[in-house]
Structures are given as structure tokens and as C-alpha cells.
């Protein structure tokens, strides 16, 4: 997919009347309007901020699907270019969605981007989704801007695929550290320059 770019201080308007999202944009904005997006989330008011929030930034191809099943089903028929999911669903949490997409081999894009938005904020929860393979991690309640900043990220950044016997996602190694020096003191030199 192109790189996105947005304006980030752009006037979003009135989420009530689409036309402004025509009138408004054009060039590079149009970018993210062709992206089409599943969103994935059992309670209805998350999905109404999350469609609006899209919405308001000019992203208007989504499907929305309650149920966690019904999202998979969805995933294998048509294709998406990014999954936001919900991890406390019932019958199935979002770790085990994304497992599903991830190692099942039933998907045609295992690869997708996925961004986890949940109120599950605890370390081992992050750990646990990160640990089945999404990009993005994002806390409700959620601002547009920290919405679009994760979106961006897990589009416009992708990580290399890693497949190992443990292991289907994304590189969980966000940044290269260019330090050449081996052993105890590049690890005690790293401390010191992720500290400053």
C-alpha cells in the first residue's frame, strides 16, 4: 500500500454531513480514503466512535462486525487493508482472533495490519496481544489523533513477517540501534542512551 499522508492539523467538520470529507480534500488526503477498514467489536458504542472517528478523517469503506466469528468470516471473503479489534469479545477474544489470522492458514492476507483498541490495558494483556501478532496497541477511551497516529503507523511502517515454530506476526523489534560494539558494554551502552 502507498504511504499514507495527512494533514494533522486539518479541520475535520461536522461528522453529520460527509460532503465536507469531498469538498475538502484532495491530492494526498485521498490516500487514506481508499483504505477499507473491518472493524471488529462487540459493544455498539465503540464501533459508532471508532466508524465516526474514520469517518471524520475521511475514511468511509468499513465494515463493522459485533461478533468476532462473523469478523473472520468476513476476513476470509474480502479484503480489508486493516483490522481494528476490540480483546474482550465473548466466544472468541481478540488474541485468539488474531491468532486465527495470523497461523490458521485459512486467511488470504495473514499479514494484515491489526490494531488492538481496548480498555485491557494491563501489561501481561499487551504482552499477550503483541505475543499473537498485532502492530498497533491502543487504550479506550481513545482520541482521534492517537486513532490516526496508530493507523498510520501500522500502514505506513510495516515490520518484517517473522514465522517461527512460536511465532506468526510482525517483527516485535520496532527500532534498529545503530551501536556496533559487542558483549556487556554495547548492552551497557544501549541502558545509557535509551535512559538519556
Not at 19 to 38: F, M, P, T
Request: charged share 30%; glycine share 6%; hydrophobic share 40%.
Amino acid at each position: 500500500m502507498t504511504p499514507i499522508s495527512i494533514d494533522m492539523d486539518r479541520n475535520f467538520g461536522s461528522h453529520d454531513d460527509p460532503s465536507w470529507a469531498s469538498n475538502s480534500r484532495a491530492g494526498k488526503d485521498d490516500q487514506i480514503s481508499s483504505i477499507r477498514v473491518l472493524i471488529v467489536d462487540d459493544n455498539w458504542f465503540a464501533r459508532s466512535m471508532m466508524r465516526n472517528v474514520l469517518q471524520a478523517l475521511g475514511i468511509w469503506k468499513l465494515v463493522e462486525c459485533p461478533d468476532p466469528k462473523e469478523g473472520l468470516r468476513r476476513l476470509q471473503e474480502e479484503q480489508f487493508d486493516l483490522v481494528l479489534l476490540d480483546n474482550d469479545m465473548p466466544g472468541l477474544s481478540g488474541v485468539e482472533f488474531t491468532e486465527l489470522v495470523r497461523a490458521s492458514g485459512e486467511m488470504d492476507d495473514p499479514e494484515i495490519p491489526i490494531v488492538m483498541i481496548t480498555s485491557r490495558t494491563e501489561l501481561g494483556q499487551v504482552s499477550k496481544a503483541v505475543d499473537a501478532g498485532i502492530h498497533e496497541f491502543l487504550a479506550k477511551p481513545f482520541t482521534a489523533d492517537g486513532l490516526l497516529k496508530k493507523i498510520i503507523s501500522a500502514i505506513n511502517t510495516p515490520r518484517q513477517f517473522v514465522r517461527t515454530k512460536i511465532y506468526v506476526g510482525p517483527c516485535r523489534r520496532r527500532q534498529k540501534l545503530p551501536i556496533k560494539i559487542r558483549g556487556k558494554e554495547r548492552r551497557a551502552r544501549v541502558a545509557l542512551e535509551l535512559a538519556a
